[in-house]
């Protein structure tokens, strides 16, 4: 699993990421995680947009069939399963610790006093986006966040399994 630096994106990264997400990626740090096929699976993102924007999300959930498992267990109401996990003081700690490390990888990349203290996904007390913790535990490897690691667990999507569209990029 990548560790900032990340990896950096290819031409050909950047043009499947943006097929993936169906818009331009902009200001792209590297690719944070990969499918077993090598596309694009977490796309990393400054901290500070080319425009000024602040953009707290670090790691960024590109992959259609990942995505599409997240959405599904938001559909299915796992978000609320999650948060009511958080009750276990271990898992907590965890989960606060995870907050930590995606503030401390983002650090890498320059503060932004507009975000400081502001990670992604509800952390560090709720759950609120599973594609964003999805990514960040995609991007660092078991271990470091506990409700991500659980989201993935749950979801019918696997990062050993390609289940990628043929993109037809020609770079
Ligand atoms: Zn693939």
Known sequence: MSRPPFEPASERD????????????????????????GNPTVVATAPRLADGTPFPTLYYLSHPAATAAMSD????????ELQDSLADDELAAAYAG??????DDRAQFGDVAEIAGISAGGMPTRV??????AAHALAAGPGVNP?????LARGDWSPLVCECVDYQIDV
Do not use: F, T, W
Not at 73 to 80: D, G, P, T, Y
């Open 14 to 37: 950047l043009a499947v990421a943006s097929a993936q997400l169906g818009r331009p990626v902009r200001n792209v740090l590297g690719i944070a995680a990969r499918c077993v096929c």
């Open 147 to 151: 409700i991500g690691d659980l989201a």
């Open 73 to 80: 267990l938001e559909a299915e109401h796992v978000m609320v």
């Open 128 to 133: 609120k986006c599973l594609h964003a913790l």
């Open 98 to 103: 995870a907050h930590a490390a995606y503030l």
